[in-house]
């Protein structure tokens, strides 16, 4: 469903992804491992078209989005749930949903309105007049996936959802993205967290300095102590 062929990103002369090449199949989740500043965020942005790739190409859904802007991307059906949240501080939880909200494209199976993701976030429904400022972490990455689920994507780009959370709440995550899955949502996540991105992806990829270095599945890295040690630090 997406797919990278040597993409070349750069930040000024720094030359960030070195010819990145991985594929997400339909229904699929797919995690993306590696240490800071290994590039993670900025293949998503790149994906997004937050930032332009030099050389490469990226299809969607078989059609070349590279030089897209980003808003077109976005209505092809991918939604972004970006680090660190970016909840909008000044606006309700119901506000910062409702702003995202955008009709389900013809193909998606699955349309997502405040009701279904209210019922996916009991906590959202209960707090739904709070700002997005008064949330705990967890309330926060819940209402940065349902800001994402209201632009109805078939495709969800999820950079670091556990990044400090609690463990608990880590699981609770690990569950959110299975449920997702099995409504058919094709899915790319960022993490560091290695048991929460093999509890949830089918296949693991791992970037360092700019490029994929190993790929696998999530058993294969769980057994390869080498491979954990050298570029997960574990
Ligand atoms: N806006 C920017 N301008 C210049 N360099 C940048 C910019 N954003 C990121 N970089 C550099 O690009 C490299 C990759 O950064 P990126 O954010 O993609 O890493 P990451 O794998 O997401 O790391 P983390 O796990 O810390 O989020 C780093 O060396 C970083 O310093
Ligand atoms: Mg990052």
Redesign the pocket.
């Known amino acids: 469903m997406l797919e990278l062929q040597e993409v070349h990103s750069y ?2 002369t ?1 030359h ?1 992804l070195q010819g990145v090449s991985f594929a997400v199949p339909r229904g699929k989740c797919v995690a993306l491992l ?10 998503i ?1 790149t994906i997004v078209g937050l930032h332009k790739s030099r050389r490469g190409s990226i299809r969607f859904s078989n059609q070349m989005i590279s030089s897209l802007p980003s808003h077109q991307i976005s209505r092809l059906g991918i939604g972004l749930v970006p ?1 660190g949240r970016r909840i909008f501080p000044s606006l309700t939880i119901r506000e910062n949903l409702i702003m995202a909200a955008r009709k389900k494209t013809v193909d998606a199976k699955n349309g997502w309105d405040i009701d279904k993701v209210y019922d996916l976030f009991p906590v959202l429904k209960e707090r739904e007049k709070n700002m997005g400022t008064q949330l705990s972490g967890g309330q926060q990455q819940m209402l940065a996936i349902g800001r994402a689920l209201m632009t109805n994507p078939q495709f969800l780009l999820m ?2 959802p556990s990044e400090g959370l609690a463990p608990v709440i880590i699981d609770q995550v690990g569950e959110i993205i299975c449920k997702l899955k099995e409504t058919g949502l094709s899915i790319l996540m ?1 993490e ?1 967290n290695i048991s929460l991105a093999c509890k949830a992806a089918d296949e693991i990829l791992i ?1 360092n300095k ?1 490029t994929i270095v190993w790929q696998g599945t999530p058993n294969e890295l769980l057994e390869n102590e080498t491979i954990q040690h050298k570029y997960l630090g574990v």
């Open positions: 930040y000024g720094s960030i590696g240490r800071n500043g290994a590039g993670k965020s900025t293949t942005h680090q950079d670091e960022v560091q970037m700019g």
